[in-house]
């Protein structure tokens, strides 16, 4: 099991950035996919996106496409998400996910972070 802690949530303004880190226990090599999802207020938790574990591959929410972008440092453990152009609608708890298989999914992630809370203003 990994267990996964993120950081970089925090209260912006409309189309603003902030930067999100997953920093993972254990060595997250090319067999781990990695994924950051978000659960908006009052809403079920939805998929943002994911990347594989080397890191060429990649696939995003339609809603974040061209304003969010996945990455992943394997030697520091750690997997980010940089987010531009904050909307009221990106307002969640960010959780970041892994799963040990290389096919890039947007599902059957058992290893979870605690989340960070993400507060855009308008």
């Known amino acids: 099991q990994v267990q996964l802690v993120e950081s970089g949530g925090g209260l912006v303004q409309a189309g603003g950035s902030l930067r999100l880190s997953c920093v993972a226990s254990?060595?997250?090599?090319?067999?781990?996919?990695m994924g950051w999802f978000r659960q908006p207020p009052g809403k079920e938790r939805e998929f943002v996106a994911a990347?594989?574990?080397?890191?060429?591959?990649?696939d995003y929410a339609d809603s974040v496409k061209g304003r969010f972008t996945i990455s992943r440092d394997n030697a520091k453990n750690t997997m980010y998400l940089w987010m531009n152009r904050l909307k009221p609608e990106d307002t969640a708890v960010y959780y970041c996910?892994?799963?040990?298989?290389?096919?890039?999914?947007?599902?059957?992630?058992?290893?979870w972070g605690q989340g960070t809370q993400v507060t855009v203003s308008s």
């Open positions: 990347i594989s574990g080397s890191g060429d591959t990649t």
């Open positions: 254990t060595r997250t090599s090319r067999y781990y996919t």
């Open positions: 996910a892994a799963r040990r298989n290389t096919i890039l999914s947007r599902n059957f992630y058992y290893d």
